[in-house]
């Protein structure tokens, strides 16, 4: 039963444009939701957050939204850089758990 | 500041074998987790660890996986013994606090042939 769900697989964007990831949940106690890049080879880097007291979270050229009405979040990336091709996570947990709740990831390709 | 390690980075091993894998949390991290992605589907959470104690092994699959961490510092995880559908990427995280952000290492490939 998969309570974090990322729908678009991948996404191709061209440099400089924005990106936009997103990502919906089920489970109503999640209260902290995180994405994750991932490099191939490589383990899930942490990104940015956001809590549920927040409705958006900014660092640099990323810039996380949350919408609980809607249970939706969604990550932007301005300007998108080639660096920035990556497989991006998103996971939530609740305010008493520890263990990461992931969707199945988007597979990000910037192109230059 | 060294991150999260883990050996081997890839395993082939038999159906019915064993195989253990090892990670080294962040120096200072008490929290260690486990986790693993089969192919195709989402990172699930395994176990948790505060410092040797283990405090949630609810996303543990079967009794075939057992998870160790002597002395609170790194830990293994055996597959014994290992079947087809053991395969995937384990990936180990840690983090210092419970609610703090959790860091991972690059992740084991096994393969069950």
């Known amino acids: 039963d998969q309570q974090v769900k990322q729908n678009s697989p991948s996404l191709s964007v061209q440099e400089g444009r924005i990106s936009i990831l997103n990502c919906d949940y089920t489970n109503s106690m999640f209260d902290y939701f995180l994405w994750y890049k991932k490099y191939p080879a490589e383990g899930p880097t942490f990104l940015i957050s956001i809590s549920s007291i927040e409705d958006k979270n900014e660092d640099g050229r990323f810039t996380v939204f949350l919408n609980k009405s809607a249970k939706h979040l969604s990550l932007h990336i301005v300007p998108s850089q080639p660096g920035d091709s990556a497989v991006y996570f998103c996971?939530?947990?609740?305010?008493?758990?520890?263990?990461?709740?992931f969707g199945k990831g988007t597979s990000l390709l910037v192109t230059p | 500041e060294a991150g999260v390690t883990q050996f081997p980075s890839h395993s082939v091993i038999e159906k019915g074998q064993t195989v253990t894998l090892r990670c080294d949390p962040i120096s200072g991290h008490d929290n260690l987790y486990w986790y693993r992605r089969v192919m195709g589907k989402e990172i699930k959470f395994l176990l948790h660890f505060v410092k040797e104690s283990k405090q949630d092994e609810s996303g543990m699959p079967n009794n075939r996986f057992l998870a160790e961490r002597t002395g609170g510092t790194y830990s293994t995880l055996k597959v014994q013994p290992a079947e087809l559908e053991d395969s995937g990427v384990y990936f180990c995280?840690?983090?210092?606090?419970?609610?703090?952000?959790?860091?991972f290492g690059p992740g084991t490939r096994l393969l069950v042939l």
């Open positions: 995280a840690s983090s210092q606090g419970v609610v703090e952000t959790q860091y």
């Open positions: 996971a939530a947990r609740t305010n008493s758990g520890y263990a990461l709740n």
